[in-house]
């Protein structure tokens, strides 16, 4: 049973064997380009069926067609109307009618206005929060259809007969670093771990757990070739989306990874190009510690899934 404790960081640079999650299902939202696509590719060398979910109708179908046990779904994920569709044709092309897993992946980048001084004496135009819409408001549609469908298949009670569910959240290095000028990408960045906060520590009650994954620069759509040429002329070093694929493959095989963020580094950082930040824990700092426990003194875990 994954319920939460604090634990010491999930060793990345090790061997794992996927077979238990051999024919279960996974939703990745985004899921026909870039990441998202690094992710699908990953879970169906694992046998794991796929429902992409993408705006992208053409990349969507063309991996459809070249990959076996995929479905794309038709999807915006900014609108509920279309993510409740997306889990209800999920759970109907699911070999077992369950969905195990959900990566909430969908996401963008955009040049972000809200700090932006216009200067002219007009008072500021309305800021476009597009970004907002996507990355949190979107995720937390995924998230919330996620533990429905989970509750739905696995009850409110512990018990051996659940199977095992996880949610996987997609952050950044713009989860857990200073990035200037990109206060909407920060917050929903940062906003991920706290979904992850806020999940973690009950998520057991319907045998789920959830992780984040922070990727590095990987070239991908998100930015320009102008913007993603520019990084590299001051000498970053990008990590791979296959990189992304294995450490989603390792999180998901190991049923006790649960309430951790994982970075994908590239081969600069670590090894295998992933590694556990282990930067969401407080048992090193007392202090921290000790205002965490009168945090959750009024509503313990122990009171049950819903207060
Ligand atoms: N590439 C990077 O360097 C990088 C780094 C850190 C985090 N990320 C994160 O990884 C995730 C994937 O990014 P990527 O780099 O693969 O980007 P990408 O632009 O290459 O792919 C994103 C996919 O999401 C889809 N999408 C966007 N908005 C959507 C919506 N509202 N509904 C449905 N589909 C939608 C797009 O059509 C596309 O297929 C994002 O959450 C992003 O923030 C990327």
């Not at 990953?42 to 796929?50: C, E, K, R, S, W």
């Not at 469908?149 to 290095?173: A, V, W």
Request: with cysteine; charged share 25%; hydrophobic share 40%.
């Amino acid at each position: 049973m994954a319920s939460f404790n604090r634990s010491s960081p999930v060793n990345c640079d090790v061997d794992f064997n996927t077979k238990n999650i051999e024919n279960k299902t996974a939703i990745v939202t985004g899921g026909a380009n870039g990441l998202g696509e690094a992710y699908a590719r990953a879970l169906v060398t694992a046998g794991v069926t796929v429902v992409i979910a993408d705006r992208d109708i053409k990349a969507g179908k063309k991996l459809e067609e070249e990959l076996t046990g995929v479905k794309f779904i038709e999807c915006d994920t900014t609108s509920w109307d279309d993510q409740v569709r997306l889990f209800e044709a999920a759970a109907s092309f699911s070999p077992t009618g369950k969905v195990s897993f959900v990566i909430a992946n969908a996401g963008i980048h955009r040049k972000d206005e809200v700090f932006a001084y216009t200067g002219d004496g007009k008072p500021p135009e309305k800021p476009d929060l597009a970004t907002i819409d996507v990355n949190l408001i979107g995720t937390l549609y995924t998230a919330k259809l996620a533990s429905h469908y989970f509750i739905k298949q696995n009850g409110q009670q512990p018990s051996e007969s659940q199977e095992d569910t996880c949610l996987i959240l997609i952050g950044s290095g713009a989860a857990f670093l200073d990035c200037p000028r990109a206060p909407q990408y920060c917050a929903t960045k940062w906003a991920m771990r706290g979904i992850m906060h806020s999940l973690r520590g009950t998520a057991f009650y319907y045998r789920s757990r959830v992780n984040v994954i922070s990727p590095w620069y990987v070239k991908t759509n998100i930015l320009s070739e102008e913007a993603f040429a520019h990084v590299t002329s001051v000498g970053v070093q990008f990590a791979e989306a296959s990189e992304a694929g294995e450490c989603l493959l390792r999180i998901l095989s190991d049923s006790t990874i649960n309430g951790r963020s994982f970075f994908v580094s590239g081969k600069k950082w670590s090894t295998r190009g992933y590694l556990d930040l282990d930067i969401d824990d407080y048992q090193r700092d007392p202090l921290i510690e000790s205002i965490q426990k009168d945090q959750v003194r009024s509503a313990p875990v122990e009171m049950g899934l819903f207060v």
